[in-house]
């Protein structure tokens, strides 16, 4: 792992820093390398953008603990609005990601169950996925467990889960024989190695073995969807070669990356065949998960810097 991983992430819990980072027009320019603005409107045309090119896309609205009732109801109106205008664009295939703590999870689990009910009931009525992030450790169990039991209202919903954590092969085994849909993703946040794999090595490993076993012919039997999300492209190439020797074909899974990340490689990977989604970010709350954007690539910092030159 990088050597300014850790305090990058620390760096995202700072309400200090979060204050003085919102304020400054540099910061906000080089975030707009990783979002198309802030409203429903701009990330609804970068989706369309996307489409374009042939690819899908994953609209989610930024913020995440959210304190109180009245703040999670208006996440939640937002999502009712964004899945209805998704409808409304021809040939849009986009689908939403939520947070639970966005939704009230800290006001109190069933708060943000709730909450998230309603949103995957309308979901379910016009036909679009919506996905569960998967946030730090301390959520991870009642994560799970809202997946669980919101699958009920619709069987499509989604949930990520994080490939650095060691009790990760576990969830999948418990998930797998539901046939859940699940988007993989390496793991952003800042955990002690007793719960994540410290080493970028371990967790390549541990991503491309549970990729194996979600695309196993027990996996398929059972239904699983896999949505792989990595923009790492050696990785990127193993699974295509795995696919290819067990003979799974292209729309049995997809691949996945950020907005603004790896562009070119989505397009390739959308013009070789390969279903490919963009999970576009989009609002005004964006510090922390900004912060982990930088952590995955400190090189990302030198953009901010750049755009904080005259000129
Ligand atoms: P890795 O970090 O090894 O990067 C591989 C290469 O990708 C790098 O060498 C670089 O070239 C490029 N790259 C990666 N990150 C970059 C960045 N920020 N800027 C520029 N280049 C970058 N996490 C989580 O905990 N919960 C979640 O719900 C989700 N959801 C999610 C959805 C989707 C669609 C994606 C793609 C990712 C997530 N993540 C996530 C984030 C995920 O956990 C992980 O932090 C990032 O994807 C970075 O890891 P990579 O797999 O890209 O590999």
Redesign the pocket.
């Known amino acids: 792992m990088n050597l300014l991983r850790g305090p990058l992430l620390a760096a995202a819990e700072s309400p200090w820093l979060h204050r003085q980072a919102t304020r400054r027009r540099f910061v906000r320019r080089a975030v707009s390398r990783f979002m198309p603005g802030e409203t429903l409107d701009e990330g609804l045309d970068a989706a369309i953008r996307l489409r374009d090119q042939g690819l899908s896309s994953?609209l989610t609205y930024l913020g995440e603990n959210v304190g109180d009732r009245a703040e999670a109801e208006a996440v939640v109106q937002h999502y009712l609005q964004a899945l209805d205008r998704i409808r409304r664009v021809p040939g849009l295939d986009a689908e939403v990601?939520i947070k639970l703590t966005q939704l009230g999870l800290d006001v109190a689990p069933e708060v943000a169950c709730e909450n998230a009910a309603r949103i995957v009931t309308r979901a379910r009525e016009l036909g679009c996925r919506v996905w569960i992030?998967?946030?730090s450790t301390r959520y991870t169990d009642v994560t799970i467990e809202s997946f669980v039991h919101l699958r009920a209202l619709d069987p499509r919903l989604g949930i990520?889960l994080?490939a650095y954590l060691h009790r990760t092969r576990a969830d999948v085994e418990r998930l797998l024989p539901l046939g859940a849909a699940i988007?993989l993703?390496?793991?952003?946040?800042r955990e002690p190695p007793e719960l994540a794999m410290p080493r970028?090595r371990d967790v390549?490993q541990s991503f491309f073995a549970l990729v194996g076993r979600l695309l196993d012919a027990q996996a398929r039997a059972a239904g699983v969807w896999i949505?792989v999300?990595?923009?790492?492209?050696a990785?990127i190439a193993r699974v295509q070669a795995l696919v290819a020797s067990q003979g799974v074909p292209k729309d049995r899974f997809e691949f996945?990356?950020?907005y603004g990340?790896?562009r070119g490689e989505q397009v390739r990977l959308a013009r070789q065949g390969y279903r490919t989604?963009v999970?576009i970010s989009y609002g005004s709350h964006w510090f922390p998960w900004y912060m982990?954007?930088?952590a995955?690539?400190p090189a990302?910092l030198l953009f901010v810097l750049r755009n904080a030159l005259p000129g």
């Open positions: 994953i990601s992030d998967m946030e990520a994080q988007r993703v390496k793991g952003a946040y970028k390549d949505t999300a990595t923009h790492d492209l990785l996945a990356m950020l990340i790896q989604r999970l982990r954007r930088l995955e690539r990302n």
